[in-house]
């Protein structure tokens, strides 16, 4: 995998850790409890995360489709708003129905699926060559067209977005966090 990219990957892969440890021991009725009508619970937040991954591979794997070219002006403008979104912890309409999460999904279903998803991912990563870096390989819907990089600069924002709902979410349930996740 290009240096590049690999520093990208571990930055995804500790934050994916720091998530796996979070939820580690919150009891299940914690766990798909939403804090409140129209609120995610802990299981959606996560199951959301997975989906947005498999996503990006889906993408990824058909980046063929999309032609180099330069971003304009309302790329630009939309990756500004994306990412003073996830800045600022902007609550926002998820953009496509395939990263709406599903509710009640057990713990270990989906930090396995979520397993699989990052490995899938690090084999896409070690199939993109030095040539290939600003290819558009991703298309967000408000973002628009993204090189790797930015793709995978934007799932780093975007974990680190939701790991801001998960303490909040933790907060509002009354999860104990400074000790074991059990009350």
Not at 136 to 159: M, Q, S, W, Y
Request: glycine share 4%; charged share 30%.
């Amino acid at each position: 995998m290009l240096a590049t990219l690999q520093s990208r990957f571990e930055q995804l892969k500790i934050q994916k850790e720091a998530v796996t440890r979070r939820f580690a021991g919150v009891e299940t009725r914690y766990w798909t409890a939403a804090p409140g009508p129209g609120e995610w619970s802990l299981s959606e937040i996560a199951n959301h995360l997975v989906l947005v991954e498999q996503e990006v591979i889906r993408q990824l794997r058909e980046r063929s489709t999309f032609a180099r070219r330069r971003r304009g002006l309302r790329e630009h403008l939309g990756s500004a708003a994306v990412h003073i979104a996830f800045r600022y912890g902007f609550r926002v309409k998820v953009p496509l129905r395939s990263v709406v999460p599903v509710a009640d999904l057990a713990q270990d279903q989906i930090f396995e699926a979520w397993s699989a998803v990052r490995d899938e991912l690090e084999l896409c990563l070690e199939q993109i060559s030095e040539d290939s870096l600003d290819d558009f390989v991703c298309r967000h819907p408000i973002a628009g067209k993204l090189n790797i990089k930015k793709t995978l600069d934007l799932i780093e924002r975007h974990i680190t977005h939701h790991l801001r709902q998960i303490e909040r979410t933790e907060k509002r349930l009354g999860i104990n966090t400074t000790g074991p996740n059990v009350i």
